[in-house]
């Protein structure tokens, strides 16, 4: 399987209602070696969605996104250059979708393949940071080690010893931070002994 590390920007929670306006992704082949970045904007179809509050959070505005192309025109350019980095295979189906917690990012994307008609083929195995952060910093707090109490990304990549350049949410800085994190994870399991 194929890691695709995602972060994806919107102009608020509601898919159908919002959009999204920026992806960010990082490509791993099965041994978490990075194949290759990706960011793009995206103008939103929906002006009128485009909340104050999410720009407070990812610090894009829609003048920021004036010559972005659509949606439309983004999906099939992403998708072709996950296609390219897969080892030139056609199919979607052996792609894991990771990311910090991951299933709004792919709500999200999925409502805009089915939005544009195009066909959903990725595979259904997910891996969210969140979820795994959670599980390991119970074992690693039941063994003794100090943890965060927040599963934020902030949170998780600061236990590591990483930390983001910006203030705001860069869709593909957050991807590769997530990326980062899911590694010292990877690295802990051979660590983890079970009695």
Known sequence: MSFLVLDIEMTG???GWNEIIQIGAEFFDDNWRSLGTYLQNVYPENEEAFSV????????????????PMIYDVLPEFE?????????????ANVVICGQSVINDINFLRF????????????????????VSYLFFQILEKNGKQVPRSLSLGSVASYFGFERE??????????RLTA????????????????
């Open 13 to 15: 929670p509601e898919p």
């Open 53 to 68: 509050k999410s720009e407070e959070v990812h610090g894009l505005s829609l003048d920021d996104l004036e010559d972005a």
């Open 80 to 92: 072709k250059w996950i296609k390219k980095l897969n080892a030139g295979k056609p199919s979607l």
């Open 112 to 131: 805009a393949y089915r939005n544009e008609k195009m066909k959903w083929g990725f595979s259904n195995k997910q891996l969210d940071l969140h979820t």
């Open 166 to 175: 910006e203030e705001t949410h860069n869709a593909l800085e957050d991807a």
């Open 180 to 195: 980062k994190c899911f590694k010292e994870f990877f690295k802990l399991i051979d660590q983890v002994k079970l009695v």
